[in-house]
Structures are given as C-alpha cells and as structure tokens.
C-alpha cells in the first residue's frame, strides 16, 4: 500500500511539473508573438504614434525576475514595481544574473489570457511604450494567479553604451 502511494505521489508531482512548465512555455511563445507583432507593425501609444521597432527576443534571466515579482505579488496582494522585500525592478533584474544596460517593466493584475493583458497595456501610453521602445532588445514575461510582469532589457553585452541607471 505504501509503494502504491508513494507513486501516485511522484506521478502527481511529475505531472504537475509538466503541466506547470507547459504554461510557462505557452505564456513564452504566446507573449512574445503578441508583443513581437505590435512592433512589426507600430501602433499609437497613446496620442505617440510609435513606428514600426526591431523584435525582441526571449531571456531567461529576465523571466526569472518577472517570475519572482508575479509570484510576489499574487502571493502578498501587491499591486506594483516594488517588492515585498523593497526591491525594484533593476535589482530583481539584477539578482537574476541579467547584466543590462538599459531594464524595464511592465506589471498588471486581473487579467485571465495574454492576449488581454497586452491590449491591457497598449492601452496604457506608458506600458504602451515599453513594449515599443526600440532600446529593448528582450523579454521575459511570467504569471502567478492574475499577476502578470514583462521584464524588458538590454544586456551590456547587446548594447554599444553601458548606462547603468542605478
């Protein structure tokens, strides 16, 4: 009886992590298919017409600090850039291993699917224009419960200036 329960067990941790990871990878490529085809085109920001930019590309490093701020957040009721723990963005981004140049973040709460909370932040001029800021090469994206963050950089090694903006 014990072995019995003892592999229902692994395969429900097994099947978890799949399951878990599989979002996770559906959230990567629906987020940045979405945000990648707003700055193939351009879109309005706002009254700022903002023209067509370079896509970005995905970073781990950047998803990693997005996953820690939306976990914080769904996981203490906040609705913000800054931590529980008093952090910012660019320490978050930091504390994951990401070297930048140049960060960003965009946060929201209350949406259910990618697709609305992007419209969600298109229809915030500032969320709006960093999605469209031709300064951000990557992206990192995560979602706890309805807490969603985009994370948005530069790394040092992508950019010819080195600001640091701490």
């Known amino acids: 009886m014990k072995k019995i329960a003892f592999f229902a067990l692994i395969i429900f941790l097994f099947t978890t992590c799949i399951k878990e990871g599989f979002a996770q990878e559906v959230l990567k490529t629906s987020m940045l298919e979405e945000v990648n085809k707003i700055r ?7 009254e700022e017409i903002m023209p067509r930019v370079p896509e970005l590309s995905w970073n781990v490093q950047l ?5 820690r701020h939306a976990k914080d957040m769904s996981g203490n009721n ?3 850039h800054t931590g529980s723990d008093g ?3 660019d320490e978050r981004i930091t504390d994951a291993g990401y070297r930048w140049s140049m960060c960003g973040e965009n946060v929201a709460y209350g949406f259910n ?3 609305e909370v992007v419209e969600g932040w298109i229809a915030s001029p500032g ?4 999605m469209m800021d031709a300064g951000f090469r990557e992206l990192g994206a995560a979602k706890a419960g309805t807490c969603w963050v985009q994370d948005f950089g530069t ?3 992508k950019s010819k200036k080195y600001r640091l903006y701490r």
Do not use: D, F, I, M
Not at 63 to 67: C, F, L, V
């Open 40 to 46: 193939r085109s351009g879109c309005k920001c706002g």
């Open 155 to 157: 790394s040092q090694q």
């Open 113 to 115: 699917t990618v697709k």
């Open 127 to 130: 969320h709006c224009r960093n």
């Open 78 to 80: 906040l609705a913000g």
């Open 87 to 89: 952090s910012s963005p």
């Open 63 to 67: 998803e990693k600090a997005a996953g």
